[in-house]
C-alpha cells in the first residue's frame, strides 16, 4: 500500500521535502545540524546515518551542490527512504542517495564501506527509556531498540576517515554518552548549546568531533532559537530560513 504523504519545504522554500501524513516528520533539529557542517571539500562524502525523511542531508545538498560531493543517507525504515529518495528527484539532487539499511547489522552494500566517509552526519532516536509513540514510524525514529547511543556512535566512527567529522544532534542529557563514546577516539570536540529561549536550561546540543585528533575541545556562545514573543532570533532566522551557517553567525 503506497504510503500517504505531503510535500512541505524548508530554508524558506530552497528544498522540498515530501514527508509522511502520519509518522516521522522532521524537525528544526535537522536544519541546525545541517548548519554546523563546514568547511566541506569538493568531491567530499558525506553519510547520513537515520536519514529518516532525508531533511538533514537535502540542506546540505542544497547549500554543497556545486562541490561535487556525494552524500548517502541510510534509514532502517524502508518507506522513509522511498519518500527520501523522492525528494531528492525533486530537488535535482542527483548525488544524493538514500539507502534501507539497518546499522545494527554488517551494512553488505560496497558503497558503504568503513573509513570511506570525510563527514558523517546523524541525529539518531534520543531516548532508550522515553515512552514510545503508539505511532511504529515515530517511535523507531525516537527510541533506541537493542542498539543504544554508544553503539550509534561507534558505528559512525567506523565509517568517518582518518582525520574525517562527525557532527550530531542529541538532547543536552546525553553529552557524557557522547563524550564517552569519543574519548581516545576523536578530539576537537565542539559543542553547541541549543536554548528555546533565553534564560531557559539548553535542551539540546549539537556536537562536532574530528576523529584521530587530540585537539581540546571547546563550548560555543549560546544559540537561542525564539525570543519572548515566540518568533525566531534574528540568529535562527539566517540559520533556518536563509540558510547560513554557524560558522556564518559566529
Not at 553519510?47 to 542531508?57: F, I, K, N
Not at 542517495?97 to 570525510?118: M, V
Amino acid at each position: 500500500m503506497p504510503i500517504e504523504f505531503t510535500e512541505d519545504y524548508l530554508l524558506d522554500k530552497r528544498v522540498k521535502i515530501m514527508q509522511p501524513t502520519n509518522g516521522y516528520r522532521a524537525s528544526s533539529d535537522a536544519v541546525l545540524l545541517s548548519a554546523m557542517v563546514d568547511d566541506v571539500k569538493a568531491n567530499a562524502k558525506i553519510l547520513d546515518v537515520g536519514s529518516g525523511t532525508g531533511a538533514v542531508s537535502l540542506c546540505l545538498a542544497q547549500r554543497l551542490q556545486k562541490q561535487q560531493v556525494q552524500i548517502y543517507g541510510i534509514d532502517v525504515q524502508p518507506e522513509l527512504v522511498e519518500l527520501a529518495d523522492l525528494s531528492a528527484a525533486a530537488n535535482g539532487f542527483d548525488f544524493v542517495r538514500f539507502l534501507n539499511t539497518d546499522i545494527r547489522q554488517k551494512p553488505h552494500n560496497g558503497e558503504l564501506a568503513p573509513c570511506s566517509f570525510d563527514v558523517v552526519i546523524s541525529n539518531p532516536p534520543y531516548s532508550e527509556h522515553d515512552m514510545p509513540s503508539p505511532n511504529k514510524s515515530k517511535a523507531t525514529a525516537h527510541n533506541h531498540h537493542d542498539f543504544g547511543l554508544l553503539q550509534w556512535l561507534e558505528f559512525c566512527l567506523k565509517m568517518t576517515k582518518p582525520f574525517g567529522r562527525i557532527y550530531m544532534v542529541n538532547r543536552a542529557e546525553a553529552l557524557p554518552q557522547i563524550c564517552t563514546a569519543l574519548q581516545n577516539k576523536a578530539g576537537d570536540l565542539t559543542v553547541l548549546p541549543i536554548y528555546s529561549k533565553d534564560g531557559q536550561i539548553a535542551k539540546r546540543i549539537i556536537i562536532s568531533a574530528q576523529k584521530d585528533s587530540k585537539a581540546p575541545s571547546k563550548i560555543l556562545p549560546p544559540f537561542v532559537t525564539h525570543d519572548e514573543s515566540g518568533k525566531y532570533t534574528d540568529k535562527a532566522e539566517k540559520i533556518l530560513r536563509q540558510g547560513l551557517t554557524f560558522k556564518d553567525i559566529f
